[in-house]
């Protein structure tokens, strides 16, 4: 009887006990906001202790730090880095006496869903949609020795087969080269209800030195792209997925960039028709430049294919990992 009796009183206490324990690190770890450029911004130095970092600045750069992650903000500047891999801002962080400010958009949209996987939304990954950009009369950008259709088809190929070994269901929305508008990309997306879309594609630029690997998600209503300054406020259905957008585009830009070595051009914002139509979380990957030299060399030989879709089969592995714990 006494011992029922004290585990009737034990619920509670250990209730009471844990309230205190999670009303004290919310005070500790409070985030205050301020409004700056007719937008809400927070501080740097409270998002650090809110994830148990330590903040310093140096060299005129901000520094978030522990044992796991460094954070690098550049004040004025939209890129920053996390865990060694660029990854593009809404809006540039700004200092104010010892204070240091980003958006609240990107603490929320972008930075958030990088650290903490209690920030994602769970879902279960089986469906993978693979879509190599291009194909048919749509050649897509040229090469000296070959055309963005037929390396997206052979890099997708590659993808779709290693994650097929890793147990996935996998759907291609184009498995020879054969011409598909934007719309029926999306619209395969849904009618076999993809859990994951990635859409492959290759750079090209007048530049010909310009090398290196990008991988993009959309912008957040409200917020301009990357490569634009002008915001845009219409709500796609992909922005239902803002926040695993971005980790997915983070987890595959940051295995790429370790494994190939390639120049990091970061995780970048756009509004491109499949990543904003998509009907579940959705990445472009531009693989590489055809108008450089060298790297065309590299994306027209099978080692190199084999490492840029072994990294977005890791990249995908890390993501579904983190969805699964979301809490
Ligand atoms: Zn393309």
């Known amino acids: 009887m006494l011992l029922s ?173 054969r011409y598909l508008t934007l719309a029926q990309r999306t619209e395969l997306a849904r009618k076999y209800k993809a859990d994951l879309f990635i859409s492959i594609h290759t750079n090209i630029a007048a530049n010909k030195a310009v090398d290196g690997i990008e991988t993009f998600c959309l912008a957040p209503a409200g917020t301009a792209s990357t490569s634009s300054s002008k915001a845009v406020w219409t709500k796609y259905s992909g922005n239902c997925y803002d926040k695993n957008n971005m980790n997915i585009a983070y987890q595959v830009q940051s295995a790429l960039i370790r494994r190939t070595k390639a120049d990091d051009r970061g995780v970048k914002r756009s509004r491109f028709f499949v990543v904003k139509n998509a009907p579940c979380p959705a990445i472009l990957i531009e693989c590489g430049f055809l108008s450089n030299r060298l790297e065309e060399k590299k994306l027209r030989s099978s080692w190199y294919q084999n490492l840029l879709a072994k990294s977005i089969v890791e990249g995908v592995l890390r993501y579904n990992s983190r969805i699964v714990g979301a809490r």
């Not at 927070?42 to 600045?57: E, F, I, Q, S």
């Not at 990107?106 to 469906?127: E, V």
């Open 5 to 177: 009796c004290g585990k009737k009183l034990l619920l509670p206490v250990v209730c009471l006990v844990l309230f205190i324990l999670t009303f004290n690190l919310y005070a500790t770890n409070k985030i205050r906001f301020v409004k700056a450029y007719g937008k809400k911004y927070v501080y740097l130095r409270d998002v650090a202790n809110y994830y148990g970092m330590k903040c310093y600045v140096w060299k005129g750069m901000v520094t978030l730090s522990s044992k796991y992650s460094k954070l690098l903000f550049y004040p004025q500047k939209k890129d920053c880095t996390v865990n060694g891999v660029k990854v593009y801002l809404s809006y540039a962080p700004f200092v104010k006496g010892n204070d240091c400010f980003i958006s609240s958009t990107d603490f929320l949209k972008t930075i958030d869903p990088i650290m903490r996987r209690g920030a994602l939304t769970k879902h279960s990954l089986r469906t993978i949609m693979i879509d190599p950009g291009h194909g048919g009369k749509d050649d897509g950008g040229k090469g000296t020795y070959t055309k963005e259709k037929y390396m997206t088809l052979q890099i997708g190929r590659r993808v779709g087969k290693m994650l097929q070994q890793k147990g996935y269901r996998v759907v291609i929305t184009r498995n020879s080269d």
